[in-house]
């Protein structure tokens, strides 16, 4: 396949053609698909889905899962179009979990007929981006299921793909290998507060009230190092005293980056807030994360340093696609590619003449993952070896250009 292009791509292969340019629509939700009903084992399928309403009668979602006992978990961000208290529900056959911005809402999680979960009101704001994450298994029988919400002005409705955005690209911590660990009390858990002595013996990561879905949970003084392979651009985490510690706790924590401390927290106590910070760590090799106790004992310093992630680089090689995955063209390796100014991008603008030097791709005031950012006059070859049946991008100028700048065409030419 040929792509005859000038400027910056948003682009995805999936299953007839369609060229939407400009449009401010949602994408639909990543899905992975496991042929187990716990989530365990190699994922059999990760696509996009553009809606969670499913029904599959006795069969299954792909002829790679069973007719029973699979499981899938869909993961992105869900934008609301009004600000107001939302309901959120799950209908379906046998189980739900469901986070929203790192609550979870739903838990219902076991083998069981047809059941509709209502979760609790919860309030967000018009325009704003919140991370969403489901979680469902079949167990037997007949297989549905559906995602749906309403809000004020809105009867329930099953939640709309223009309200739901696949994922940045990220690594959490808690499902990565740590190269070395030591902690005040127990072993360092992987999303769950720090509990006793025991391995797995916490509980939810909770910070100020929020409930947090992935992390790690720690006592000072603790110290935790990750080999970071200098494949990734920033580190996130929201760090604070895990709140099953009350009032008592007290730590600071520090985030080093190649022997370099890059981050050191006020005192944080029990009733302190979260606090959000982020690394830069791009072509960097090791992350330590160090607590340490606030100087008056180390009783009660359960900490959380929790959503920790790292963001994998936009640039440089493609990453391998997963098996049976409708990938995004920023995700392959092309044949050839030519660009005007700089080398070509993945899931960047161009920029100036160096690698990466982009900024996040953004056609008419949308933000966009994954695509590739070109300057003209630019050409890119993709050996899709018929593979796949349609080609779907959002094509434009990107914003980075001052209104009334700028002019291309862009061509998309299949050639057998």
Known sequence: MLLCGLGVLSLTLSSAWAVTPGTAKGTGLYGDYYATNDLSGSTKLRRTDRVISFDWGMGSPYATLPQDSFSIRWSGEIEPPVSGDYVFATQGDDSARLWVNGRKLIDDWETQASTKNTAAKLRLEAGRRYSIRVDHFEAGGTAAFKLLWSYPGQAEQVVPQARLYVPARVDYLSDLPMMSSRNGLGPVERDMSNGGSASGDGKPLT????????????????????????RYDDFRVTLGMDDTTGARGSAVFEIWVDGVLEYTSPMMRGDTPGQFARVDVTGRSYLKLVVKNGGDGSAMDLANWADAHMVLQSGGPAPAPSPDMDPYLSELAWKSATSAWGPIERDMSNGEQLARDGKQLSIAGRKYTYGLGVHAKSEIVFDIDKDFSRFVADVGVDDEVAPGKGSVIFWSCPQI
Not at 207 to 227: C, P
């Open 207 to 230: 910070v100020e009230g929020v409930s947090f879905a992935k992390g790690l949970g720690v006592a000072a003084d603790s110290e935790v190092v990750y080999d970071l392979a200098r």
